[in-house]
């Protein structure tokens, strides 16, 4: 079946760090990809998404590009702040028009240290 | 954008009472609703589709008896645990499509459940 799968946490940086998170995928198809952040006791916020094969998801600094060839959509971010640290999950939707229906990956724990 | 409020944000329940889990779309409408459930330090799990005007649909292995969806408007769905348990604690979320041809997803900010 699909899946997602992400790089095991916790990631512990040190403020003004580069961070890379790594995703990759199964899915049948073109599925659209996302990844979302999600603050201590807090529901989830998309934080960028990509619709197609080399698209450019970019948000607040992050930045993932969908590769098909490689079926990955890593996480960067060039310089990480304290207030990133959050969790990261990875996402990916195979049903159009059913965008709240999402494959989640385990979630990656970043904690940015000052 | 779209808002998704969920209610109550936490709750605490003795063993074998019910809860009802609010979902509500707030300024759009939701034929579509979905309920995941976390454990801590874990993923997010799809339960259910939530479908207004008709039955939920679970995903395999979750108790639909346990588990009571309704979806009676466009812009409100309710999870209710029924006869709950400790191990029935866990967070709860609820999301909703819209957006551009409904391919976008509004997550409610979660439910805390605790069973004691």
């Known amino acids: 079946g699909d899946s997602v799968t992400q790089m095991e946490g916790p990631v512990t940086l040190s403020e003004e760090a580069f961070l890379t998170i790594n995703c990759t995928y199964t899915?049948?198809?073109?599925?659209?990809l996302f990844w979302y952040v999600q603050y201590p006791g807090e529901g989830l916020q998309l934080l960028l998404k990509?619709?197609?094969?080399?698209d450019k998801g970019s948000n607040k600094g992050f930045e993932a590009t969908y590769r098909k060839e490689t079926t990955s959509f890593h996480l960067e971010k060039g310089s990480v702040q304290v207030s990133d640290s959050a969790v990261y999950f990875c996402?990916?939707?195979?049903?159009?028009?059913?965008?709240?229906?999402?494959?989640f990956g385990q979630g990656t724990e970043l904690s940015v240290k000052p | 954008g779209a808002v998704v409020s969920q209610h109550p944000s936490w709750v605490i329940c003795k063993s074998g009472t019910s809860v009802k889990i609010e979902c509500r779309s707030l300024d759009f409408q939701a034929t579509t609703m979905f309920w995941y459930r976390q454990f801590p330090k874990q993923s997010l799990m799809l339960m259910a589709t939530s479908n207004e005007g008709s039955k939920a649909t679970y995903e395999q292995g979750v108790e639909k008896d346990k588990f009571l969806i309704n979806h009676a408007s466009l812009t409100l769905s309710t999870l209710t645990v029924t006869s709950a348990h400790p191990e029935d604690s866990s967070f709860y979320i609820c999301s909703a499509g819209g957006g551009f041809l409904n391919t976008e997803a509004f997550f409610g900010q979660g439910t805390r459940l605790t069973v004691v």
């Open positions: 990509a619709t197609k094969a080399d």
């Open positions: 996402a990916l939707n195979k049903v159009y028009n059913q965008g709240g229906k999402l494959i």
């Open positions: 899915a049948t198809g073109y599925p659209s």
